[in-house]
T-cell receptor
Framework: AQTVTQSQPEMSVQEAETVTLSCTYD???????LFWYKQPPSRQMILVIR??????QNATENRFSVNFQKAAKSFSLKISDSQLGDAAMYFC?????????????FGTGTSLTVIP | NAGVTQTPKFRILKIGQSMTLQCTQD?????MYWYRQDPGMGLKLIYY???????DKGEVPNGYNVSRSTTEDFPLRLELAAPSQTSVYFC??????????????FGSGTRLTVV
């Protein structure tokens, strides 16, 4: 079974500081994708960053970066220079690769508060 | 703007009533999905479709039905609403190319309350 675990239900960070959100996953597959989605109060799910499992280099998107440890099955999200607009629920997600309808498996989310 | 459109945004149903949640995408995506999000939980897959005329069950399909008569539309039907179906429902789509690295495009969600 594929599972995604986010062990931090809530996190807070001072504006302009750095915060890291944790995610671990369980899979027997070797080729898969990992994602972080942001869900603000508007409920819209917004893709933040994504990583292909076969790539060793960690993905980076502006202030967002990941620490992907394939052997440890860990995929943490680092937000640098936190802004008030970063406050949201963050979901880690996993999907097996391939041209199929393979679903995403989501973690239970981490609620991030940004303190002015 | 291109994207996934869900209607309605909010709905209150009485136990035993029926309704259809509408989902339309204008990106010509092959794959479409319905998820539900319960409070404090991640998203759970209800049904998905890999193309017009093809649908399949996800993790939590009981109490729901879907159809996919066109590429654009993927409605979700609740036949006999139950309080356990109180949730936020998300429709999502993706292109589905080979070596598809892309994430979903999500709709804005439908908050459904069954009383």
């Amino acid at each position: 079974a594929q599972t995604v675990t986010q062990s931090q239900p809530e996190m807070s960070v001072q504006e302009a500081e750095t915060v890291t959100l944790s995610c671990t996953y369980d899979t027997s597959e070797s080729d898969y994708y990992l994602f972080w989605y942001k869900q603000p109060p508007s409920r819209q799910m917004i893709l933040v960053i994504r990583q292909e499992a076969y790539k060793q280099q960690n993905a980076t998107e502006n202030r967002f970066s990941v620490n992907f440890q394939k052997a440890a099955k860990s995929f943490s999200l680092k937000i640098s220079d936190s802004q008030l607009g970063d406050a949201a629920m963050y979901f880690c997600a996993y999907r097996i690769s391939g041209n199929t309808g393979n679903q995403f498996y989501f973690g239970t989310g981490t609620s991030l508060t940004v303190i002015p | 703007n291109a994207g996934v459109t869900q209607t309605p945004k909010f709905r209150i149903l009485k136990i035993g009533q029926s309704m259809t949640l509408q989902c339309t995408q204008d990106m010509n995506h092959n794959y479409m999905y319905w998820y539900r999000q319960d409070p404090g939980m991640g998203l759970k897959l209800i049904y998905y479709s890999v193309g017009a005329g093809i649908t399949d069950k996800g993790e939590v399909p009981n109490g729901y039905n879907v159809s996919r008569s066109t590429t654009e539309d993927f409605p979700l039907r609740l036949e006999l609403a139950a309080p356990s179906q109180t949730s936020v429902y998300f429709c999502a789509s993706r292109e589905g190319r080979s070596r598809d690295f892309y994430g979903y495009t999500f709709g804005s969600g439908t908050r459904l309350t069954v009383v």
